[in-house]
């Protein structure tokens, strides 16, 4: 439709776009051909070093430890990620509770938390969790253990912290 537009207005800066989405294309198809003003956007841009700590979610079922090898990375996402997400609510309210009401009471409004915020209710969480696993892994949930532990990237190798900390101390 923009096209379309822009060929009727004018037909010259029509061509100079056309032209530019071509080249665009040509160098995303062509991955790692890079002509100035024409990037490719997913380039190597510098060395990423590894952090120093890594948070690490270690999950017991029935007994033994689900290890991310054993998974695809699709699955072991979906396995992991509600935890990230469960571990964060503590971080996301008192984000809301330090910076967004700060800024919309400046202007005035005032909000309710209740839509914003949410409690960690852990009881809550295992239940639907475990109700979650059961159709990601094979067989039934008769025991579930989740912990969390420091990582930390010493000598070329990651090294467990001596304390885990329990999913249920994460999110207070």
Known sequence: MYLKLLYRYNRAYFFLVAAFIICQLFINFKRGMVVSPFYHFGMYSQVMKPDVKYAVFEIEVNGARLQGKDFTPWQWDKINQPLVYFAGIHDNNLFFYSEVQRITSKAGVSMDSSHFTMPCNYPQFIDWYKS??????????????IYYRDYFYQQAKLQPAQTQH???????
């Open 166 to 172: 329990s999913l249920s101390e994460v999110c207070r």
């Open 132 to 145: 979650y696993l059961v159709r990601l892994l094979p067989g039934p949930i008769k025991s579930l253990e």
